[in-house]
């Protein structure tokens, strides 16, 4: 298949996914970019270009939060952000001290966030209380703050 049909192909996929699908597969890629790097830790260019694709994403994450048109509640921008700073400092720590097994922090909550919004969020009746939103905080590596994900937004 010719690298102009691969791009076509991809276009089209992304413009039929909803915001919350392109968002969860951002962090499975970013997820899989890690994992790769975790395999070959000699290879720091590699390493290091999954840390920063990560971070990049972060980023843009944090970016997002803070935008005066995201319409999610307070407390959920706050556990996004409070999380994406921690992701801010495990990535610093892993460039630094070049360790493998930093990255399974940073793979479990990419894995872990992108699971959250594959959720697919369901009307709720009008009369029924609102279900709790599913929490990260199980699955939460040590240290990585609890966050709560709002399947609603």
């Not at 952000?81 to 892993?94: E, G, N, P, R």
């Amino acid at each position: 298949m010719s690298s102009e049909r691969v791009g076509a192909y991809q276009n089209i996929q992304r413009q039929s996914l909803n915001p919350r699908e392109v968002e969860a597969m951002a962090l499975t890629k970013a997820a899989l970019l890690l994992e790769e790097a975790k395999k070959d830790p000699g290879n720091y260019e590699i390493f290091a270009q999954a840390l920063r694709f990560n971070h990049l994403l972060w980023t843009i994450i944090q970016a997002d939060i803070v935008d005066a048109e995201n319409t999610l509640p307070p407390e959920i921008k706050a556990n996004v952000m409070s999380l994406s700073l921690f992701v801010d400092k495990q990535t610093a720590k892993a460039l630094t001290e070049g360790t493998p097994e930093l990255l399974t922090t940073l793979i479990n909550i990419n894995r872990n966030v992108a699971e959250g919004l594959r959720v697919t969020p369901s009307a709720p009746a009008e009369t029924a209380a609102p279900a709790p939103a599913p929490a990260l905080a199980a699955a939460a590596p040590d240290g990585a703050p609890k966050v709560k994900m709002n399947t609603s937004a």
